[in-house]
């Protein structure tokens, strides 16, 4: 059984930072693409980024420049900085990944989300 295990979520001011993990575990061969979404109440859930096993990123437009992510292969685990924080950017943040459970069969898990909340 694979688990993913979203930490690092609060509530913080406008302009300031928070940084999100999600660590793995389980019946792991490898992780391929990691993926954090976000949803807010009554919105469907979007994506903020991506990020390949190799490293490679990509982000959705309003968080370019804000948001970084990052990946620890060693330890499983997809981390999600936010800086310059808008209250806009309140929501549920979920990871998303595809989890190798041997060399060819993955499967695709998310986590069960932490809150961010940001005051104005």
């Known amino acids: 059984q694979v688990q993913l295990v979203e930490s690092g979520g609060g509530l913080v001011q406008a302009g300031g930072s928070l940084r999100l993990s999600c660590s793995a575990s389980?019946?792991?061969?490898?992780?391929?693409?990691m993926n954090w979404y976000r949803q807010s109440p009554g919105n469907q859930r979007d994506m903020v980024g991506i990020?390949?096993?190799?490293?490679?990123?990509a982000y959705a437009d309003s968080m370019k420049g804000r948001f970084t992510i990052s990946r620890d292969n060693a330890k499983n685990t997809v981390y999600l900085q936010m800086n310059s924080l808008k209250p806009e950017d309140t929501a549920v943040y979920y990871c998303?990944?595809?989890?190798?459970?041997?060399?060819?069969?993955?499967?695709?898990?998310w986590g069960q989300g932490t809150q961010v909340t940001v005051s104005s």
């Open positions: 990020i390949t096993s190799e490293g490679g990123t």
């Open positions: 998303n990944a595809d989890i190798y459970t041997s060399p060819t069969l993955y499967y695709n898990f």
């Open positions: 389980g019946n792991i061969f490898r992780i391929g693409t």
